[in-house]
C-alpha cells in the first residue's frame, strides 16, 4: 500500500507540472479552460462568493497593419468609492507640428468628431468607465503618429468636490504587412517541445509505477500462497517460541 500512495503521489505531481505547461501555452486555450474548471472549483466558487470589479492598467498595442482594425487602449482605473464620478474623455491626435486634433469625445455618450476618422472609429469603453479605449477601422499608412487619450473625472463627495485629469500617450506605427515576431515563434516551440517531453515524462511514470505496484501485489500473492501451502499443524507451531 506504501509503494501504491508513493506511485500515485509522483503521478500526481508529474500530472501537475503537465497542467502548468499547458496553463502557459497561449494556443491551447480551450486545455486551459478545462484544466481550470477541472482542478480550480474551490478557488471558482471563492471568487463568486466575493465578487469584485477588477482593474489592470494595460498598455496599448504600438503597432498596426493597414486595411486591420487597431484598438487604442486607454485604461484608468478608479477605487471602488470613486466609481459614481462624472467622467468626460477627449481622443486627440497630435499632428506633426505638434497641434492636437480632436477626434473622438466621450461625454456621457460617445460622439464621433468631424475629421479624416469619422466613421471609422468605434467606442470599446467599459460599462464602468474604468476602459476608455477605442477602435480605428480599416487603418491606412496616414494613421501613423501620436495619439492622446485625456481622461477627466469630477469627484462629488459630502462637504468638497475633487477633480483629476490623466493623459495617456500612444505612439502608432502602421505598417504594410505584420512583421514577423521571432521571439514569440522560439516561444511557441519551446512550448511544445517542453509539452512533449513532459508528455513522454508522464507515460515513463505510469509504466514504471505499474510495473512496481505489480511486483508488489505479485510478492504479497506469493506470500499469501506460500502460507496457504504450510500444513495446519505447522501454522500453529509457527508462533510457539521453542524451548529448550
Not at 15 to 39: A, N
Not at 99 to 124: A, Q, S, T
Not at 159 to 178: F, G
Amino acid at each position: 500500500m506504501q509503494t501504491q500512495n508513493t506511485c500515485y503521489q509522483m503521478l500526481f505531481e508529474r500530472v501537475w507540472s503537465l497542467v502548468f505547461c499547458l496553463e502557459q501555452h497561449t494556443f491551447l486555450e480551450e486545455t486551459r479552460l478545462i484544466w481550470k474548471i477541472v482542478f480550480r472549483i474551490p478557488w471558482i466558487q471563492t471568487q463568486l462568493q466575493v465578487s469584485r470589479p477588477v482593474c489592470v492598467d494595460v498598455p496599448s498595442e504600438t503597432e498596426a497593419v493597414v486595411g486591420n482594425p487597431m484598438k487604442l487602449t486607454c485604461i484608468s482605473c478608479m477605487k471602488r468609492e470613486e466609481v459614481s464620478a462624472e467622467t468626460r474623455v477627449d481622443w486627440y491626435y497630435i499632428s506633426p507640428d505638434d497641434e492636437p486634433i480632436p477626434i473622438y469625445l466621450f461625454d456621457g455618450h460617445p460622439r464621433d468628431l468631424e475629421g479624416p476618422w469619422r466613421g471609422r472609429l468605434v467606442w470599446n469603453g467599459s460599462k464602468d468607465l474604468q476602459e476608455l479605449s477605442i477602435s480605428i477601422l480599416n487603418v491606412t499608412m496616414n494613421d501613423t503618429g501620436t495619439y492622446n487619450c485625456v481622461v477627466f473625472r469630477q469627484f462629488e463627495f459630502d462637504s468638497y468636490s475633487h477633480s483629476v485629469t490623466k493623459t495617456l500617450v500612444i505612439n502608432l506605427v502602421v505598417r504594410e504587412e505584420a512583421s514577423d515576431d521571432t521571439t514569440a515563434l522560439y516561444s511557441e516551440i519551446m512550448m511544445y517541445v517542453l509539452l512533449v517531453f513532459l508528455t513522454c515524462w508522464l507515460l515513463v511514470e505510469m509504466v514504471y509505477c505499474y510495473r512496481k505496484i505489480s511486483k508488489s501485489d505479485e510478492q504479497a500473492q506469493d506470500t499469501a500462497t506460500n502460507y496457504l501451502a504450510i500444513p495446519s499443524e505447522n501454522k500453529d507451531n509457527l508462533g510457539v517460541p521453542v524451548t529448550e
